[in-house]
């Protein structure tokens, strides 16, 4: 495919740039730094102290450094948090949003990298080129794709400090790397990780008609157990106890949002949780 049929993806984007870019980044982000290479985005996220996900991102090798690309929603946030972070570090951090674009399609394209969470291009194709006046919005495109696949956008599903990294399926997507060392909130995901102790997560949902409102709850019986978060005619994405939905079904029992049936449907990449294990 070529360049002039790709879209165009509304996304923040931060240089950083000096000798110890790369480490200070290392220090705090869930991910190794040091993987960036040939041009490939790696995925990443910035978590709270206690383990929970305040941005995500994509991470691009740069002449000088690497930029960073996150949802705009994110974008004044995580440009101060890095500053914050960056301390004494010998790093520039400059908002680049007005001179580069990321071009986006779902097939593969000139110069363009798969998209890092989703392997051989399933989640898409990205590149991050000068800005151009003739743009045409990938975000259907985008939308329908990331849907399909049951990946769940952060910025849209969930608010700041809302869920842990692991509920926020950072592991099936390759967000973390549990082999590295400490970073900003490493200790509770790696004691969750141990422990497997993440029975709530974002998994896909398909019932009739057009999605239940955003936030309805999901219950099983005369109990809550989720809630609808973004979706299409057809399919969402809901926050859900997993095992309790699991449990719910095996009984025969339906699950419900807003009065509807409404039917699980795990890809097969999902880590799924043990029935019967205390929270």
């Given at each position: 495919?070529?360049?002039?049929?790709?879209?165009?993806?509304?996304?923040?984007?931060?240089?950083?740039?000096?000798?110890?870019?790369?480490?200070?980044?290392?220090?705090?982000?869930?991910?190794?730094?040091?993987?960036?290479?040939?041009?490939?985005?790696?995925?990443?996220?910035?978590?709270?102290?206690?383990g929970?996900?305040?941005?995500?991102m994509?991470?691009?090798?740069?002449?000088?450094?690497?930029?960073?690309?996150?949802d705009p929603?994110?974008?004044?946030?995580?440009?101060?948090?890095?500053?914050?972070?960056?301390?004494?570090?010998?790093a520039?951090?400059?908002?680049?949003?007005?001179?580069?674009?990321?071009?986006?399609?779902?097939?593969?394209?000139?110069?363009?990298?798969?998209?890092p969470?989703?392997?051989?291009?399933?989640?898409?194709?990205?590149?991050?080129?000068?800005?151009?006046?003739?743009?045409?919005?990938?975000?259907?495109?985008?939308?329908?794709?990331?849907?399909?696949?049951?990946?769940?956008?952060?910025?849209?599903?969930?608010?700041?400090?809302?869920?842990?990294?692991?509920?926020?399926?950072?592991?099936?997507?390759?967000?973390?790397?549990?082999?590295?060392?400490?970073?900003?909130?490493?200790?509770?995901?790696?004691?969750?990780?141990?422990?497997?102790?993440?029975?709530?997560?974002?998994?896909?949902?398909?019932?009739?008609?057009?999605?239940?409102?955003?936030?309805?709850?999901?219950?099983?019986?005369?109990?809550?157990?989720?809630t609808?978060?973004?979706?299409?005619e057809?399919?969402?994405?809901?926050?859900?106890?997993?095992?309790?939905?699991?449990?719910?079904?095996?009984?025969?029992d339906?699950?419900?949002?807003?009065?509807?049936?409404?039917?699980?449907?795990?890809?097969?990449?999902?880590?799924?949780?043990?029935?019967?294990?205390?929270?």
């Open positions: 495919m070529g360049a002039m049929s790709t879209l165009y993806l509304n996304r923040t984007l931060i240089r950083i740039t000096g000798p110890e870019a790369r480490s200070f980044l290392q220090g705090v982000l869930t991910q190794t730094v040091d993987k960036l290479a040939a041009g490939a985005p790696l995925y990443a996220a910035l978590l709270s102290p206690q929970k996900v305040l941005a995500d994509n991470l691009w090798p740069d002449t000088d450094g690497l930029i960073v690309e996150a929603a994110h974008g004044d946030d995580l440009f101060r948090r890095l500053s914050m972070y960056k301390l004494r570090a010998q520039q951090l400059e908002r680049i949003t007005d001179q580069l674009s990321v071009h986006f399609s779902p097939e593969r394209f000139d110069g363009a990298h798969a998209d969470r989703m392997p051989d291009g399933a989640l898409g194709w990205r590149k991050i080129a000068p800005l151009g006046d003739e743009r045409s919005d990938g975000a259907d495109a985008y939308e329908t794709l990331r849907l399909a696949l049951g990946v769940p956008d952060l910025a849209r599903d969930a608010a700041p400090e809302e869920v842990f990294a692991l509920e926020a399926l950072l592991e099936e997507l390759n967000g973390v790397d549990f082999k590295k060392g400490c970073f900003v909130g490493q200790e509770n995901v790696s004691r969750m990780k141990r422990r497997a102790t993440t029975r709530k997560k974002f998994c896909p949902i398909t019932f009739d008609g057009p999605p239940p409102a955003f936030g309805a709850a999901i219950s099983a019986g005369a109990a809550e157990i989720g609808v978060r973004s979706g299409a057809g399919r969402a994405i809901a926050l859900i106890r997993l095992d309790r939905a699991f449990e719910a079904v095996d009984r025969g339906t699950l419900t949002a807003e009065g509807r049936p409404v039917k699980l449907a795990p890809p097969d990449w999902l880590i799924v949780p043990e029935q019967g294990a205390e929270d």
